[in-house]
């Protein structure tokens, strides 16, 4: 059976961003090697969920830095591993989806997203990802439907925000690797 994994960047006091959404935190840029390990983990992945806020957000941002010749290689390479992901699109209603590679799912309780996601990890195929949106990343693990946690813990403090995690969850880890930068990407999964 495939394996939902959460890849989330947080800051070191566990924010994704700040009380408003705020992202500005993450102004610095990551080095080489964290580039090179977040192209691989899309590339160890065949699909992604995403809520239809952050897909109208996310698909449009990636596509653009992929068609442009002046955007740094490290993004192109990236957007073009996020890119190629069939994304299933979460929302409680029916949106027009203006993008390729993508499938509407519409939930409207949290029975029927566990019950959609359940169909779908029996499916052939790599593992799923959750790439990101606070209110899906919070949704998928309230839910306990993540099997990996992986996460990008940047050594900067914010000091309020919001967070992945709304509950307790008890987590093992499987391993954990720091670059030049001082960021370190650990991975969980539940106990």
Same mark, same amino acid.
């Given at each position: 059976m495939r394996k939902v994994l959460l890849n989330m960047t947080m800051?070191?006091?566990?924010?994704?961003?700040?009380?408003?959404?705020?992202?500005?935190?993450?102004s610095q840029k990551p080095d080489q090697e964290l580039n090179?390990?977040?192209?691989?983990?899309?590339?160890?992945?065949?699909?992604g969920f995403v809520g239809y806020p952050t897909a109208s957000g996310m698909i449009p941002y990636w596509l653009g830095v992929a068609q442009?010749?002046?955007?740094?290689?490290e993004e192109r390479a990236i957007a073009q591993a996020v890119n190629r992901l069939?994304?299933?699109?979460? $929302?409680n209603r029916e949106e027009k989806l203006e993008w390729?590679?993508? =499938? #509407?799912?519409?939930? @409207? $309780?949290?029975?029927?997203?566990?019950?959609?996601?359940?169909?779908? =990890? #029996?499916?052939?195929? @790599?593992d799923?990802?959750?790439?990101?949106?606070?209110?899906?990343?919070?949704?998928?693990?309230?839910?306990?439907?993540?099997?990996?946690y992986v996460l990008t813990v940047h050594p900067v403090v914010i000091g309020q925000?919001?967070?992945v995690f709304t509950t307790k969850v008890n987590l093992e880890r499987?391993?954990?690797?720091?670059?030049?930068?001082?960021v370190m990407r650990v991975c969980y999964r539940p106990r």
């Open positions: 800051t070191l006091d566990g924010f994704f961003c700040g009380p408003n959404g705020e992202l500005d935190w993450m090179d390990d977040i192209v691989a983990f899309f590339q160890e992945v065949d699909d442009n010749p002046s955007a740094p290689s069939h994304t299933f699109i979460l $929302s390729e590679n993508t =499938k #509407q799912l519409v939930v @409207k $309780s949290d029975d029927e997203l566990v019950e959609a996601v359940q169909k779908i =990890k #029996q499916q052939p195929g @790599k799923l990802a959750v790439p990101g949106g606070i209110r899906t990343a919070q949704t998928f693990v309230r839910l306990g439907l993540v099997d990996e925000g919001q967070s499987v391993r954990v690797k720091t670059y030049k930068s001082g």
